[in-house]
């Protein structure tokens, strides 16, 4: 089945450093990638939508100049959080599906990053 | 927009049956998805419902009325390791890349107890 890989799983970082995280396409080709993002106890929330070869989607709310998504190509598609601050803690997920699997397939998820900024 | 509601927390006995409902109201309707997650883990696809009807899998079944906006997610002898957050999703009639965009219900924790 189609396998989506995210790196690091888990990241402490400084307050006014930049994080990067990694989602890949193992076994397929993504043209489109969602990141979401959950809070302890709360839903999944969708931050923006990653386009390859062109400008990320972003969803009402989410600032785009602090939450930097590049898909350079089409398995891996990397967000950026810039300076980040505690508030920016939470657990980020990165998802996609296969266009192989039909018009139907799920979202594929990575395994998400636990961001804690200290 | 999309509106999803599901009960917060339920627990049920080892071996036993659960069912977790989900309403939703939405402007376009193109699917509805369950996934499981475990605490601090990634969402897992259990199933997927776009027509009406039962769509059963092992344990797993999941039910779709779309003129309702109901589904339902029932899960059969019950196992420990079912302890976990139950997510509906619903897809809107979006286009392009928009189509495959899922939103997410706030998620029903689940306790199994022995």
């Known amino acids: 089945g189609a396998v989506v890989s995210q790196h690091p799983s888990r990241v402490i970082c400084k307050s006014g450093t930049s994080v990067k995280i990694e989602c890949r396409s193992l076994?397929?080709?993504?043209?489109?990638m969602f990141w979401y993002r959950q809070f302890p106890k709360k839903s999944l929330m969708l931050m923006a939508t990653?386009?390859?070869?062109?400008?990320?989607?972003?969803e009402q709310g989410v600032e785009k100049d602090k939450f930097l998504i590049n898909h350079a190509s089409l398995t891996l598609s990397t967000l950026t959080v810039t300076s980040a601050h505690p508030e920016d803690s939470s657990f980020y997920i990165c998802?996609?599906?296969?266009?192989?699997?039909?018009?139907?397939?799920?979202?594929?998820f990575g395994n998400g990053t636990r961001l804690t900024v200290t | 927009g999309q509106n999803i509601d599901q009960p917060t927390e339920m627990t049920a006995t080892e071996g036993a049956i659960v069912q977790i409902n989900c309403t939703y109201q939405?402007?376009?309707?193109?699917?509805l998805f369950w996934y499981q997650q475990h605490a601090g883990e990634a969402p897992t696809f259990l199933s997927y419902?776009?027509?009406?009807g039962l769509e059963e899998k092992g344990r797993f079944s999941s039910f779709l009325s779309r003129s309702k906006g109901y589904s339902y997610l029932l899960l059969k002898e019950l196992q420990m390791k079912d302890s976990a957050s139950y997510l509906c999703?619903?897809?809107?009639?979006?286009?392009?890349?928009?189509?495959?965009?899922?939103?997410f219900g706030k998620g029903t924790k689940l306790s199994v107890i022995p």
């Open positions: 998802s996609a599906r296969d266009p192989g699997q039909g018009g139907n397939s799920p979202l594929h």
């Open positions: 076994d397929f080709q993504a043209t489109t």
């Open positions: 990653s386009n390859e070869g062109s400008k990320a989607t972003y």
């Open positions: 939405t402007s376009g309707f193109n699917g």
């Open positions: 419902n776009v027509l009406d």
């Open positions: 999703a619903v897809r809107d009639r979006a286009t392009g890349a928009g189509s495959y965009q899922l939103t």
